[in-house]
Nanobody, 125 residues
Framework: QVQLVESGGGLVQAGGSLRLSCAAS????????MAWFRQAPGKEREFVGG????????NYADSVKGRFTVSRDNAKNTVYLQMNSLKPEDTAVYYC??????????????????WGQGTQVTVSS
């Protein structure tokens, strides 16, 4: 069983920055591909970005490329989402997810095995 707990969400003005954290349980965290998704009100959940188990591969949605960065610290069992140049359209609940079976960072949510409870990010204009 893997438990994921997100933190770091909040209210920020447009152009500002936030860093989300996702703390994972489990002795084999370093072998999981990790990703961030988000869901805005009235919209489907969408892939934001992810990182492979050793951090050598990352993948991002076009909407966040150049603004968001996913990183991980396997010694701390934690994955991060650094969000810069935030826009009102980034407002959403952000979820971290773990894929236990692939070395690739995939964008389809159905391949992810475990999910956190989500953290709210609100960007004001």
């Amino acid at each position: 069983q893997v438990q994921l707990v997100e933190s770091g969400g909040g209210l920020v003005q447009a152009g500002g920055s936030l860093r989300l954290s996702c703390a994972a349980s489990g002795r084999t965290f370093s072998s999981y591909t990790m990703a961030w998704f988000r869901q805005a009100p009235g919209k489907e959940r969408e892939f934001v970005g992810g990182i492979s188990w050793r951090g050598f591969r990352t993948n991002y949605a076009d909407s966040v490329k150049g603004r968001f960065t996913v990183s991980r610290d396997n010694a701390k069992n934690t994955v991060y989402l650094q969000m810069n140049s935030l826009k009102p359209e980034d407002t959403a609940v952000y979820y971290c997810a773990a894929d236990l079976s692939s070395i690739w960072v995939r964008s389809q949510e159905e391949v992810y095995d475990y999910w956190g409870q989500g953290t709210q990010v609100t960007v004001s204009s």
